[in-house]
């Protein structure tokens, strides 16, 4: 058998022809300059038919930009921009606030706080101790709550709409009940802490009264001085304690970061109070009015009412009640007592509850008068209504609101004193 190198050598060597190499060289270069001469001319082709289309194209957007222009519903992240003392610059935000009406109060608002009606509002737990008064900023809050926070000792829930104080406390704890209150505002709920969780501790705390869970289960956007620290709050020296005061600087840093907005995005579906304007001709029946929520005389409470003004002063502890930023005594043109029945749940700290949907007696002090009606609230997520006992929805006066949380027991203490 013959050896295949030396065969593959001779093939090798006779395969290839001199003119067989010049024929393949002519058909390359021909092929070659045939290709690239056609390349050119498509190219040319496609670019003068593309260009008229292009333009065609471009003119109809045009037409449909000017026509029909599309309003992107995306609510873009607000600048951290502060103006004076506190006031907060809105420019970059989309107003959600169908007018200049304060939805708390019904009072028209102040060209320079319009913009506060675009963000979402504040529910702020603040102290009530003796030690704790005067407050700072309370009198600015659009709706205030009053209810026992533990052992007759009571704290005060304040609802910030219209106002945005650069300062307001001192913070307080937060128990679940306030949390169902501040709930019909959707607000950004602050406070100090809240008592024991069931989550952690299920054998030692009822679910029923459980804030952490209540927050959760309701969506609640919380803010808390146990979670949050110095991040929201500044510390004052009060005496021998320290209080945590709402920083609104650190505040607005804080929610631009974490939540990326601060506006009051369905403020549509808040269902606001009647109001009315106040009465020309009033009774005047009314000179004064007391209750106290336990038996400590430190939160004995008493409303004065100013017939020039047409509103009610306020008293606690046997002494005017006053706001600590303006020196003012807090006053209002609505009381609302509202009974509750309270009980203390089977649980190792006695936590008390309070039963807030349904129905209960209230006591309305308006006009220099008092209205006797109930209060009624069908579930858990819906708000609170006032009626008297004709069945129609109360009218408010044009004002801020003060709703004191009083056991049904108080009903009976309750002095009215008339002129």
């Given at each position: ?52 289309i292009?333009?065609?194209k471009?003119?109809v957007?045009?037409k ?42 019904g ?11 675009r ?11 003796p030690?704790d ?21 009571t ?15 001192p ?17 950004f709920?602050?406070?100090?802490s ?12 009822n679910?029923?009264?459980d ?48 939540y ?12 606001p ?24 005389t ?12 047409n509103?009610?002063l ?47 007696d209230?006591?309305?002090?308006i006009?220099?008068?008092?209205i ?6 069908i ?5 609170t ?12 006066n ?15 203490r ?6």
């Open positions: 058998m013959p050896d295949s190198s030396i065969v593959l050598s001779k093939r090798d060597k006779s395969y290839f022809k001199p003119t067989q190499v010049v024929v393949f060289f002519l058909i390359f270069l021909i092929v070659s300059v045939g290709g690239i001469f056609s390349y050119n001319s498509i190219l040319q082709w496609y670019v003068k038919q593309e260009v008229p292009k333009l065609v471009a003119e957007v045009e449909d930009l000017v026509e029909t222009p599309v309003i992107s519903p995306v609510i873009t992240k607000p600048r951290d921009v502060f103006i004076g003392l506190g006031a907060f610059s809105s420019t970059d935000f989309v107003n959600t606030s169908k007018s200049s009406v304060n939805l708390f109060t009072t028209t608002v102040l060209e320079e706080n319009q913009n506060n009606l963000l979402r509002p504040w529910a702020v737990m603040i102290k009530n101790k030690e008064r005067p407050q700072l900023a309370i009198s600015e809050a659009d709706i205030v709550y009053e209810a026992v926070d533990e052992l007759g000792v704290s005060l829930l304040g609802i910030f709409y219209e106002n945005r104080p650069v300062e307001i406390g913070i307080a704890d937060i128990k679940y009940y306030f949390a169902s209150f501040a709930l019909e505002y959707s607000p709920l602050i406070f100090n809240g008592p024991e969780s069931s989550i952690d501790k299920p054998n030692l705390v679910p029923e009264v804030v952490y869970k209540y927050i959760g289960s309701y969506g609640l956007y919380s803010i808390s001085k146990d979670k949050n620290g110095d991040s929201i709050f500044s510390s004052v020296v009060n005496g021998n304690s320290t209080q945590s005061l709402l920083d609104i600087g650190k505040l607005y840093n804080y929610l631009g970061k974490i990326g907005s601060y506006l009051w995005v369905d403020s549509g579906n808040y269902i109070f009647l109001f009315k304007d106040d009465l020309q001709s009033r009774s005047n029946n009314l000179k004064e009015f007391s209750f106290n929520f336990w038996d400590l430190d939160y004995e409470v008493k409303w004065v009412y100013n017939v020039g003004q509103n009610y306020r008293f606690q502890g046997g002494v005017a009640f006053t706001d600590k930023k303006s020196g003012a005594q807090v006053k209002s043109k609505n009381i609302v007592l509202a009974f509750v029945k309270e009980s203390q749940v089977s649980d190792a700290f006695s936590h008390l509850k309070y039963e807030l949907v349904g129905k209960g209230a006591y309305f002090y006009d220099g008068d008092i006797e009606g109930n209060w009624q609230k579930s858990e997520s819906s708000k209504k006032f009626y008297n006992n004709s069945g129609e929805e109360i009218r408010f044009k004002s801020n609101t003060l709703v004191e949380i009083l056991p049904v027991k108080s009903k009976l309750v002095i009215n004193i008339k002129n």
